[in-house]
């Protein structure tokens, strides 16, 4: 039984150019975003929006709202989202993130970034994801995959520690990304993969691999003229509708 629906494993889809990477070992870094990277789904809105669908929160009038916002401004759109868990516990949000990635996350896993990171893990790379999405909602990734840690929206807290709905330290969106991995790596990072424009300077700080996976058109011509490696979309891919 796949309760996540993971890929078999096949690593023959790993891309040559991983080959380039150096030995490897602890104090080098691989990180990778996670919506459009590592699979084709958006997991903070799928997870949101369960939230919404069984009453776990009431803040599903604003949804309309937060589309907006996400459109005009992607990374404001990234710390609107955190507003609809306000009035929830880490406690309570960490439950329902276990049971709905067990029973109902069912990701659309992108094979060959999947390849990637056990190519990475078992030459002992320390490996991030990196995200726009909530930290929490992504913990889980840790137990089942070779994931060392979850870069992502951190939530506020009050001193009931009570979730505030505003997110706490840095933004990690846009180039946010980039910055909090510095504020909290010092040593090589060899790798970065992501989708798309709010990932350009997470993956500009890779310095031997730059990996742009399943690029629209525009950022497509972004990658090719920064000389990044490219996994071209399928003719089959959907954008997700707060993008189209």
């Not at 276990?98 to 320390?126: C, I, K, N, S």
């Not at 990196?130 to 995959?145: A, I, R």
């Not at 790798?191 to 497509?220: C, Q, Y």
Request: glycine content about 6%; hydrophobic content about 40%.
């Amino acid at each position: 039984m796949n309760p996540y629906n993971l890929p078999d494993r096949a690593p023959q889809l790993c891309p040559s150019f991983m080959q380039d990477l150096p030995a490897g070992g602890t104090d080098r870094l691989a990180i990778f975003d996670a919506d459009g990277t590592l699979w084709r789904d958006d997991v903070a809105d799928d997870f949101t929006q369960w939230l919404i669908h069984n009453r776990h929160v009431d803040t599903g009038h604003r949804w309309p709202e937060y589309i907006q916002i996400y459109r005009d401004d992607h990374a404001a759109g990234c710390r609107y989202l955190l507003s609809f868990y306000a009035g929830l516990t880490l406690t309570r949000v960490h439950e329902l993130v276990h049971l709905w990635w067990r029973d109902h996350a069912m990701r659309h896993w992108v094979p060959e970034v999947v390849e990637a990171m056990h190519f990475l893990a078992d030459r002992d790379y320390t490996i991030w994801v990196v995200t726009g999405s909530p930290t929490d909602t992504m913990l889980p990734l840790c137990s089942f995959l070779p994931v060392h840690a979850i870069v992502g929206m951190d939530f506020e807290l009050d001193a009931q520690g009570v979730i505030t709905g505003r997110h706490r330290g840095i933004s990690c969106a846009d180039d946010g990304k980039a910055v909090k991995v510095q504020s909290l790596w010092e040593g090589p990072i060899d790798f970065a993969a992501g989708n798309g424009k709010l990932d350009t300077a997470m993956i500009e700080l890779a310095t031997t691999v730059r990996w742009s996976v399943f690029p629209n058109a525009a950022f497509h011509e972004v990658s090719r003229a920064k000389g990044w490696h490219i996994l071209p979309r399928p003719a089959d891919f959907v954008e997700e509708d707060k993008l189209a």
